[in-house]
């Protein structure tokens, strides 16, 4: 069993940056991926981005160039650096870890991002 547990979010003004960070305990022997998704009001829960144990990331293109993922394998973390913060980023972000075998994945309870215009 791994427990995800994010912080960081809060409102911020367009243009601003925020970093979220996700703290995962438990079982992270099995886990392989980790990443970040986002759920807007009325909108499916949507990839933003993701990173390996070894460190290949992936961006959804609406983030590309503004949003960086890292991870810190030691420390069980996983952050997410937003820059060029836009209202449409506005969304609940949640962290997500991927168990290789059995195959599964955990979500963290979600961190709310508010970007005023």
């Known amino acids: 069993q791994v427990h995800l547990v994010e912080s960081g979010g809060g409102l911020v003004q367009s243009g601003g940056s925020l970093r979220l960070s996700c703290a995962a305990s438990g079982s992270m022997s099995s886990i392989n991926a980790m990443g970040w ?7 499916q829960r949507e990839l933003v981005a993701t990173i390996t144990r070894g460190g290949t990331t992936n961006y959804a293109d609406s983030v590309k160039g503004r949003f960086t993922i890292s991870r810190d394998n030691a ?11 836009k209202p449409e980023d506005t969304a609940v972000y949640y962290c997500k870890a991927d168990r290789s075998w059995p195959p599964g994945n955990y979500w963290g309870q979600g961190t709310q991002v508010t970007v005023s215009s």
Do not use: D, I, W
Not at 37 to 43: H, N
Not at 75 to 85: A, E, G, I, P, W
């Open 37 to 43: 998704y986002r759920q807007a009001p009325g909108k």
């Open 75 to 85: 420390k069980n973390t996983v952050h997410l650096q937003m820059n060029s913060l």
